[in-house]
């Protein structure tokens, strides 16, 4: 079961880019990195996935070495509605019961 | 993309009762799973629940005290029986499909 370790909190400022790094040494060949956000009273919420080199989607972009122990997700010039609790996951696709929720990095967005 | 809808969305229960919380999919998804997440912390995974099956429980849950039904690809139940205050937390339902996670907005327990 790969555990993965991210920073508790982080601060930021509006307009700027902030990047969350997830280690995970024990990657399994199978496990995908997905990363997920949560809003305070609401249920997380799939930001990006991937399994190696970088992911580009309309709000995030993640980075992952070639070893894919660590990846990094990146907020490109974030906002205020940005603060929230982001969550690094990995798993296979199919073994869902692997993806085990690890305590998450608080983001704070300041103005 | 699915929706999942959840009820209630909160309650306030008598220490000594249980409560029936339920989940609904607006589509079908290959899995349904369980979890509770106390204030301030992270999700904790309560089981599997399996069409048509038992629910396959994680360490530290049992199925007498939080069964589970799934009759079908798109709704499930989780009941906390016997709740007691150390029960009060917020119960999340969440479906898989393709590697994606999609989650409720939750159910907020208080026992008193």
């Known amino acids: 079961l790969a555990k993965t370790t991210q920073p508790i909190s982080m601060d930021s400022y509006e307009g700027q880019e902030v990047n969350i790094t997830c280690s995970h040494n024990n990657i399994a060949t199978n496990d995908y990195i997905t990363w997920y956000q949560q809003f305070p009273s609401q249920g997380p919420r799939f930001i990006i996935q991937g399994y190696k080199t970088k992911v580009t989607n309309e709000v995030a972009s993640l980075f992952i070495p070639a070893d894919r122990k660590s990846s990094t997700l990146s907020l490109p010039r974030v906002s205020l509605s940005d603060t929230a609790v982001y969550y690094c996951?990995?798993?296979?696709?199919?073994?869902?019961?692997?993806?085990?929720f690890g305590k998450g990095t608080m983001l704070l967005v300041s103005p | 993309s699915a929706v999942i809808s959840q009820k209630p969305s909160r309650d306030i229960c008598q220490r000594g009762t249980s409560l029936t919380i339920q989940c609904q999919v607006d589509s079908q998804v290959t899995m349904m799973f369980w979890y509770r997440q106390q204030p301030g912390q992270s999700l904790t995974l309560i089981a599997t629940a399996n069409q048509g099956s038992e629910a396959t429980y994680e360490s530290g849950f049992v199925i007498d005290k939080f069964p589970i039904s799934r009759p079908n690809l798109t709704f499930s139940t989780l009941t906390v029986s016997n709740m007691s205050p150390e029960d009060s937390s917020i119960y999340l339902c969440s479906g898989g499909r393709l590697g994606e996670l999609f989650f409720g907005e939750g159910s907020r327990l208080t026992v008193l």
């Open positions: 996951l990995v798993g296979d696709l199919g073994g869902y019961s692997t993806l085990t």
